[in-house]
């Protein structure tokens, strides 16, 4: 069966400090991939997303990045972390293209830039 | 306008009481519907998937799409305390997914 990894669960960073956030599917191969954030209050934001290796797409401007360096794994990063960077993000994937097929969530990864 | 909309609650009903949630949408191209249940500060957990209007059933869930009034439902029988979460509905037709800011679900024992 299919299972997504993230880590760290937890991470609490100072303003202008590094981010490196990881994702790994397992038991399935080419998956698309979806880094989302979600806020207290607030839908779930999309910020990127990936068809396949080296291919990503951005949905919101920030001073996040993604990359996916291999089939099954995605990392968001940031060089300098601001304080609105603060947030629950979340690391999904699906089998089918074009958003038809269902979407599972890794277990989130929780940020608190100070 | 927003594309999903979804009221945020909090909801809070008697236990073994049916549960009914509810979004509505704007964009007709949506054609794939999810329900998701997220517990606190954990990731959402995917409880109906289904790309038809109609109903479907999955044990004491059921999912319901009526895609000429843009309306998706979610129904809880027998709720139980375990169900307490916060319930996504989430949309989909082109290669984005569009979520619900969630409902906050309460059974009470």
């Known amino acids: 069966s299919q299972t997504i990894h993230q880590w760290p669960a937890t991470l609490v960073q100072p303003v202008g400090s590094p981010l490196s956030l990881e994702c790994t599917v397992e038991?399935?191969?080419?998956?698309?991939l979806y880094w989302y954030r979600q806020a207290a209050g607030r839908g779930l934001q999309l910020l990127f997303y990936?068809?396949?290796?080296?291919?990503i797409s951005s949905e919101v401007p920030q001073n996040l990045s993604a990359s996916r360096p291999q089939d099954r794994q995605f990392i968001l990063s940031s060089k300098k972390l601001l304080l609105s960077d603060s947030g629950f993000y979340l690391c999904?994937?699906?089998?089918?293209?074009?958003?038809?097929?269902?979407?599972?969530f890794g277990e989130g990864s929780r940020l608190t830039v100070l | 306008q927003k594309e999903v909309e979804q009221d945020p609650g909090p909801l809070s009903v008697p236990e073994g009481a049916i549960v009914s949630l509810n979004c509505t949408y704007s964009?007709?191209?949506?054609?794939?519907f999810m329900w998701y249940r997220q517990y606190s500060r954990k990731g959402p957990e995917l409880l109906m998937y289904?790309?038809?209007?109609g109903n479907k059933e999955d044990g004491r869930f059921t999912a319901q799409v009526d895609k000429s009034s843009k309306y998706i439902s979610l129904f809880i029988r027998d709720s139980q305390p375990s169900d307490s979460a916060t319930y996504l509905c989430?949309?989909?037709?082109?290669?984005?997914?569009?979520f619900g800011t969630g409902t906050r679900l309460k059974v009470l024992a």
């Open positions: 999904a994937w699906s089998v089918l293209a074009g958003g038809a097929g269902e979407l599972f």
């Open positions: 038991g399935t191969s080419n998956p698309n």
């Open positions: 990936s068809v396949g290796i080296g291919q």
């Open positions: 964009n007709s191209a949506f054609q794939y």
């Open positions: 289904t790309y038809s209007s």
């Open positions: 989430a949309m989909s037709g082109t290669y984005k997914y569009i």
